[in-house]
């Protein structure tokens, strides 16, 4: 259950003891942490065993990683799947969404049409935060690191620990 900050290295430069995860495999890493460092709110889950979904809209950056990283997990009382969209209105029981669309337009209207449910948003593009996203991935001296919008979380009924906030940047849109 930790987490940590991973510096990225090039494959050929790379200790042949240490394995090298590259920055998709680092951000899919991140994706299944943030599951045990958010509470969502009860009608989140319909069942004590609903799935804890972990969603991608639009182009998937992680292909198989992310779904052997969640692999036969469970955290509390909840198996985690993976889940692809294409479309935001095909976007339901979800409740962490990685975001990946091609448009800023597409983005934030996306964004705008999922405010009224329970999901983490997460992205790794410019202007996500300002588009009323949760999580943004930013990378810093070949270091991952991410903001988070709390205003957006609190207004989609989500709590993060103190744990994962220390590690993060807070900004407001």
């Avoid at 509470?39 to 069942?47: K, M, Q």
């Avoid at 979904?53 to 992310?66: A, H, M, R, S, Y």
């Avoid at 996203?133 to 988070?148: L, P, S, Y």
Wanted: hydrophobic content about 45%; overall charge neutral.
């Amino acid at each position: 259950m930790l987490i940590v900050t991973v510096t990225l290295c090039a494959r050929g430069h790379a200790d042949a003891q240490k394995p090298v995860l590259r920055e998709h495999e680092v951000k899919a890493v991140f994706l299944f942490n943030f599951v045990q460092f958010v509470e969502w709110p009860p009608e989140a889950f319909p069942g004590n065993q609903t799935p804890l979904i972990i969603g991608i809209l639009g182009k998937d950056p992680f292909g198989k990683f992310l779904d052997e990283t969640v692999k036969g997990e469970v955290v509390n009382g909840h198996p985690l799947n993976i889940r692809r969209f294409q479309k935001p209105e095909d976007v339901k029981g979800c409740h962490i969404l990685f975001v990946s669309m091609p448009r800023q337009d597409q983005q934030r209207d996306a964004l705008v049409m999922l405010q009224a449910q329970h999901i983490l948003t997460v992205s790794d593009t410019e202007t996500f935060i300002k588009d009323g996203g949760m999580i943004r991935f930013i990378t810093d001296a070949n270091k991952i690191r991410f903001q988070v919008n709390l205003v957006a979380t609190k207004e989609a009924g989500l709590t993060i620990s103190s744990k994962l906030l220390r590690l993060a940047e807070i900004v407001t849109p």
